[in-house]
């Protein structure tokens, strides 16, 4: 149970090292289309036309007066959809046509009118900034000085249909008001018509149309009082505000009325005045900065004098109502006192229900008519129901917003990296040659006898590492290993195609059996196209060709090479392609194969590929044993898997496999071979000794075949 939980986790394990060697091995595609991505979209941006972005921020309020006169009875409720109706708005037709017309947008750009609205609104945008009333208009534009023009003219036009369509919502009420009131005049005159005709009538001893009762006469007593006080309290209050100079309403306008707008206008300008003494302080009068700041200080002053005329209007007109409801109220009081005393016997009973309509139809009229004077009022105060807080400047050349040159850049890059990881794995998956040990013990049912890294050259031709050094060390001894014990070292090296190594295989494991003290000789088999004797640098007039075709005995066709204790036979110069298969199927060869395999202590056979030509099968055939060369990620593994079977089928006996030209920092299992190899090799300080003539077998080297 255990084995079967943990068996996942491995699997895992190996995926993610398997995905991973993917990325190394193709890490030059990564790269390179990593950078070429990123430079592309560097140079793409670089080329891109510019694009600059200007903003204006305007407050935004319900609609209502500068002087709250009748606010007590009129206070707007919150509405949680003002602001965001308001961003609809800015976004319209009725505000943005204007602009448009303005600007002669529709004539720069060429385009109807409506597809420049698209347009306009595509480069606009705009911004509510949470929890304020303040909403940001902003264009991009390829001109900067556009962008600014337009974000500041919308905004005028905005404000201006908003004060618009409150005056127009403003007139349409007093037309219907004024409708209202003409009616109840008539109404009203009808009932006076109607009491004057039964003063008449019934003799009612006294003049005017006052209801004549004690409650009335209390009433209009307790009103009159009323209204005598409030209009001693607002002549004291619009005299002493007459008294005082611009300042002194500044600093006592707090007391007077609790106005938001007041307020908050008087603390901007006193911390505008606080910033332009500390900017006097810092620059001179004519700096930029002044002066943008005394401007800035200049319209506060003039929004805060505007207020506070309004106010002061507000107070004036309050007085004149107070008073005229005075003068109004003791008139009636006068007459109803006058004529109170007439109306007491059941012979006026009609003439007092006559004055009780009339007194309601006043009542409807003097409502109406108060109405209709506010309305006038509220039409004729100033009102703000939008300020721009800050105009839109026209941004520096360098200010650019697009194209975003940094983030267009590392997009770029994360996509070429993304790219190249996705084409390094289709490659991948496209590539079928051999790339892990792995793939060998599971396609050929192998043993993988040697890995060779990249970069190795022939051992006795001067310098090597160490590395590739114990790589062939390894191959011998693995090889010793895997041959059936006591049975000669007569092996013929293999591969399926050409150029994997085969003759530079042979060439240093002659080497290194030379080293531990054996005779070896290599045999050229190839009678195509022979190479042993260019790594070997002996003549190929003689060889292998010259015996099998009777023309040499084996003494003369072999010859010492500059490798201690190695000879060699070459492919010769007598042979030719056509007749190469019946010369090394004759019966010489298989006395030569007998004849040296007891005269030398390793016989090793270079072939030609085995898919090119039968000549690779017959001769493992022949040898008997046989090492399977394969180069790392060249060709495709079933061509590697239909030579096994070739030999195989001529009876050939594979020891193993030998994998050439491997990099080694590309799969942890090859890197394993050679990674224990650094921990011995010698300390920096001591130079590196040429690998040249063959040496004694060391006392510590354990002789494997058995002969040596």
């Not at 204007?98 to 720069?108: A, D, G, M, N, S």
């Not at 003068?327 to 006559?354: G, H, I, T, V």
Request: proline share 5%; hydrophobic share 40%; with cysteine.
């Amino acid at each position: 149970m255990e084995q079967t939980v943990a068996k996942p986790s491995q699997e895992s394990r190996l995926q993610f090292l398997d995905y991973w060697r993917v990325i190394k091995t193709r890490k030059v595609i990564v790269l390179l289309l990593f950078l070429l991505a990123g430079l592309t979209a560097f140079t793409v941006s670089l080329s891109l036309p510019k694009k600059y972005s200007a903003s204006a921020r305007i407050k935004v309020e319900a609609e209502k007066p500068t002087v709250d006169i009748f606010s007590a009875s009129q206070a707007p409720g919150y509405d949680p959809y003002f602001l965001r109706t308001q961003y609809q708005i800015i976004q319209s037709q009725k505000i943005l046509y204007p602009v448009i017309e303005y600007f002669k947008l529709q004539q720069t750009w060429g385009l109807p009118i409506d597809i420049a609205m698209r347009r306009l609104k595509g480069q606009l945008f705009v911004r509510q900034y949470p929890d304020t009333s303040l909403i940001e208009i902003g264009m991009i534009d390829h001109d900067g000085r556009l962008a600014a023009d337009v974000a500041n003219k919308i905004a005028e036009v905005f404000e201006s249909d908003r004060l618009d369509v409150k005056r127009q919502q403003t007139q349409k009420g007093i037309d219907k008001l004024r409708e209202d009131l003409t009616q109840q005049e008539e109404r009203v005159h009808a009932v006076q018509d109607k009491i004057e005709r039964l003063r008449k009538e019934l003799g009612v001893p006294v003049m005017g149309t006052v209801k004549m009762t004690d409650i009335t006469m209390q009433h209009l007593e307790s009103q009159l009082s009323d209204a005598r006080n409030l209009a001693i309290t607002t002549e004291a209050r619009l005299n002493e505000v007459r008294k005082l100079t611009p300042l002194q309403l500044r600093n006592a306008i707090n007391t007077l009325t609790s106005d938001a707008t007041v307020q908050s206008l008087l603390q901007r300008l006193t911390d505008a005045e606080t910033s332009l003494e500390i900017l006097k302080q810092d620059f001179g009068p004519e700096h930029p900065t002044v002066l943008a700041m005394i401007a800035q200080h200049d319209k506060l002053s003039d929004q805060l004098n505007e207020r506070l005329e309004g106010i002061k209007k507000g107070f004036e007109v309050e007085y004149a109502v107070s008073r005229a409801r005075v003068d109004d109220l003791q008139k009636q009081y006068d007459e109803a006192k006058n004529a109170s005393y007439a109306l007491e016997s059941d012979k006026y009973l009609p003439f007092r229900n006559a004055q009780r309509e009339e007194d309601l139809e006043m009542k409807l009229e003097d409502a109406v008519s108060s109405r209709l004077q506010q309305a006038k009022i509220e039409m004729d105060l100033p009102r703000n129901p939008v300020e721009v807080i800050d105009y839109a400047q026209v941004p520096l050349p360098q200010s650019y917003v697009s194209p975003a040159i940094v983030s267009n850049t590392v997009m770029g890059c994360v996509a070429g990296l993304i790219l190249g990881v996705a084409l390094a794995f289709f490659i991948e998956f496209l590539d079928t040659s051999i790339k892990k040990i792995e793939d060998i013990e599971k396609y050929f049912e192998l043993p993988v006898l040697g890995v060779v890294g990249q970069q190795a050259g022939l051992l006795h031709r001067g310098s090597v590492s160490m590395a590739h050094l114990e790589a062939y060390r390894m191959l011998r001894t693995n090889i010793e290993f895997a041959k059936p014990k006591g049975a000669a070292t007569s092996l013929c090296v293999l591969s399926a195609g050409a150029g994997e190594g085969k003759s530079f295989t042979i060439v240093n494991l002659a080497f290194v059996y030379a080293q531990h003290g054996a005779r070896v000789l290599v045999v050229d088999s190839d009678l195509r196209r022979p190479n042993i004797h260019e790594d070997l640098r002996i003549s190929n007039t003689i060889g292998l060709a010259d015996y099998l075709s009777g023309q040499k005995t084996v003494t003369e066709i072999i010859q010492p090479t500059e490798i201690p204790n190695v000879s060699a036979i070459a492919g010769g110069s007598g042979g030719t392609a056509k007749d190469a298969l019946p010369l090394l199927t004759s019966r010489r060869m298989a006395d030569l194969i007998e004849q040296v395999g007891r005269q030398f202590d390793v016989v090793l056979y270079d072939t030609p590929p085995i898919l090119g030509v039968s000549d690779a099968a017959i001769m493992a055939r022949e040898v008997g044993f046989s090492v399977f060369v394969i180069q790392h990620r060249r060709y495709p593994r079933n061509m590697a898997r239909r030579a096994v079977q070739v030999v195989q089928n001529a009876g050939g006996k594979l020891l193993g496999v030998v994998v050439n030209n491997v990099q080694l920092g590309h799969d942890e299992t090859y890197y394993y071979y050679h990674d224990q190899v650094e921990h011995y090799q010698p300390a920096p300080s001591r130079p590196t000794q040429p690998v040249a003539a063959a040496k004694p077998l060391d006392s510590d080297e354990i002789d494997l075949s058995g002969k040596y």
